[in-house]
């Protein structure tokens, strides 16, 4: 049994629980599995209770026992700001009772100054140490499986920018949202994170700007191939507020970057520089890209 945040059918918080026994919901025949939304006006009411106890399949001599425990989770779910409160296994012992086994709570990163005593508890040696110095400087971080590293600002545009490179032929090193307000702190962060990633062989920079200005990002991108001695290839893809400063900054910066304000061929670029970098270092050629 668990409550999460949101629900996509519902667009509430939603309890998912089903009678039959087993660790893995997946496995289970989806009749078996149910779903009660709560909504967040009105909270978790007596009908919710009875509708999540009576699918339970539960001995009529337990529904008490599992109403308050149905009624101690949404507690813990809405008091800890979760996004994930999930009790698995609960078990039914031979004299009948509830037990639970094990528990599992996700509380919401952005809820981490309401909740001192819990955001204590993180323990950052359990994290890649990237994503711990992105989240200093307001990164968003997510390392994957890829060689071409990406610094975007927007979530969506970096999900659109990571689709883009899939489908020129190459695989994002990472998820990188340097967000709508990036100054030059932020940019240089995320120059060192990219140039420090072994895994990472191109470097795709896809800035849209509003707030954020062209000639500000190419301050930060320039600033870090200076003092971290980049060597990696570097596509950038700038278009907006203060585009043709950015141009006269790069041009004059004397490093040898590829720019351009169309997002498709900054890709097909950073796919096929990456490809000529990954092919070098597996014939164990040196080359420079300066």
């Known amino acids: 049994m668990c409550i999460r945040d949101r629900d996509r059918t519902a667009g509430h918080p ?29 909270g978790l009411t007596t009908k919710n209770i009875e509708e999540i106890v009576n699918n339970l399949n539960l001995p009529k001599e337990l529904h008490p026992t599992a109403a308050k425990l149905v009624e101690g989770t949404y507690k813990c779910f809405i008091d800890n700001d979760a996004t994930l409160v999930e009790i698995n296994p609960l078990a039914l012992t031979p004299d009948k009772r509830l037990l639970v086994c094990d528990t599992k709570i996700n509380v919401d990163d ?26 200093k400087v307001d990164l968003n971080y997510i390392a994957l499986d890829g060689n071409i590293g990406c ?10 920018t990571m689709d883009l490179i899939k489908l020129k032929g190459g695989n994002p090193a ?14 240089f962060t995320a120059m060192k994170i990219l140039n420090e990633d072994p895994h990472v062989e191109a470097i795709l920079v896809n800035i ?83």
Request: neutral net charge.
């Open 174 to 187: 990472n998820f990188l949202d340097v967000g709508g307000g990036a100054g030059d702190d932020q940019v």
């Open 151 to 160: 610094m975007v600002n927007g979530a969506g545009l970096a999900m659109a």
């Open 208 to 290: 849209f700007t509003g707030i954020t200005r062209c000639d500000m990002i190419a301050l930060g991108v320039i600033r870090g191939c200076q003092q971290l001695h980049v060597h990696k290839p570097i596509v950038l893809r700038l278009k907006g507020t203060k585009i043709d400063e950015a141009k006269e900054i790069i041009s004059q910066s004397g490093f040898n970057m590829f720019l351009t304000e169309d997002l498709e061929e900054a890709a097909l670029r950073a796919v096929k520089m990456s490809h000529i970098v990954k092919m070098a270092r597996e014939a164990k050629i040196n080359i420079s890209l300066s």
């Open 14 to 42: 939603c309890f998912l629980y089903s009678p039959r026994g087993g660790v893995n919901i997946e496995e289970i025949d989806k009749k078996f599995i149910f779903r009660t939304p709560i909504d967040v006006i009105a």
């Open 110 to 135: 952005n809820a981490k100054l309401r909740r001192p005593r819990i955001a204590a508890l993180e323990d950052d040696s359990q994290k890649d140490p990237k994503e711990i110095e992105a989240g």
